[in-house]
T-cell receptor, first 110, second 112 residues
Framework: GQNIDQPTEMTATEGAIVQINCTYQ??????LFWYQQHAGEAPTFLSY????GLEEKGRFSSFLSRSKGYSYLLLKELQMKDSASYLC???????????FGQGTELSVKP | GAGVSQSPSNKVTEKGKDVELRCDPI?????LYWYRQSLGQGLEFLIY????????KSGLPSDRFSAERTGGSVSTLTIQRTQQEDSAVYLC??????????FGPGTRLTVL
């Protein structure tokens, strides 16, 4: 079966660092994606990992361990505009659909 | 076009009516996906197209749901005899094969 788990909610302080974890169990693996979704808007692509290790893109970094079925999204220097839902998704087959977790609602407080 | 577009942006219908939702993918994107999202929930996969064919229809919840894609471009998702549980935001995404999908703004469907 397919299972993608992430925390439902997280709260962090402006200027701080927050790590959002994602664990997955899927029948295949061809990449892990992170998307950001503000309320009432469509998801926007943040990052993609297919090999183990850390991918850094500005204030956002994403890590993958395929052997552990684990990823995290790291957000540094948090800003109020980072308050959003963060979606973890796995693609099982090349060119196939993405399977999404339930999303983590991040609230950034002043 | 510059991005994925969907129409209508909002649709209110009565229980039992049929609805059609349209998706215009990014030009040149061969892969097209339909998802739906209920309030406060994650994205639920519905169907995936590669060109005009649908190799994965596993997410369609019932035979009231169908989708087609013509000319390798525009796609239409049809829901027949709508039910209240069909109320959700229907999201379309497109991509080149193997790359990250880009999402459209969605169609918010409300079934009264």
């Amino acid at each position: 079966g397919q299972n993608i788990d992430q925390p439902t909610e997280m709260t962090a302080t402006e200027g701080a660092i927050v790590q959002i974890n994602c664990t997955y169990q899927t029948s295949g693996f061809n990449g892990l994606f992170w998307y950001q979704q503000h309320a009432g808007e469509a998801p926007t692509f943040l990052s993609y990992n297919v090999l183990d290790g850390l991918e850094e893109k500005g204030r956002f970094s994403s890590f993958l361990s395929r052997s552990k079925g684990y990823s995290y999204l790291l957000l540094k220097e948090l800003q109020m505009k980072d308050s959003a839902s963060y979606l973890c998704a796995v693609r099982e087959d090349q060119g196939g659909k993405l399977i999404f977790g339930q999303g983590t609602e991040l609230s950034v407080k002043p | 076009g510059a991005g994925v577009s969907q129409s209508p942006s909002n649709k209110v219908t009565e229980k039992g009516k049929d609805v059609e939702l349209r998706c215009d993918p990014i030009s040149g994107h061969t892969a097209l996906y339909w998802y739906r999202q209920s309030l406060g929930q994650g994205l639920e996969f519905l169907i995936y197209f590669q060109g005009n064919s649908a190799p994965d229809k596993s997410g369609l919840p019932s035979d009231r749901f169908s989708a087609e894609r013509t000319g390798g471009s525009v796609s239409t998702l049809t829901i027949q005899r709508t039910q209240q549980e069909d109320s959700a935001v229907y999201l379309c995404a497109s991509s080149l094969v193997g790359t990250s999908p880009f999402f459209g703004p969605g169609t918010r469907l409300t079934v009264l």
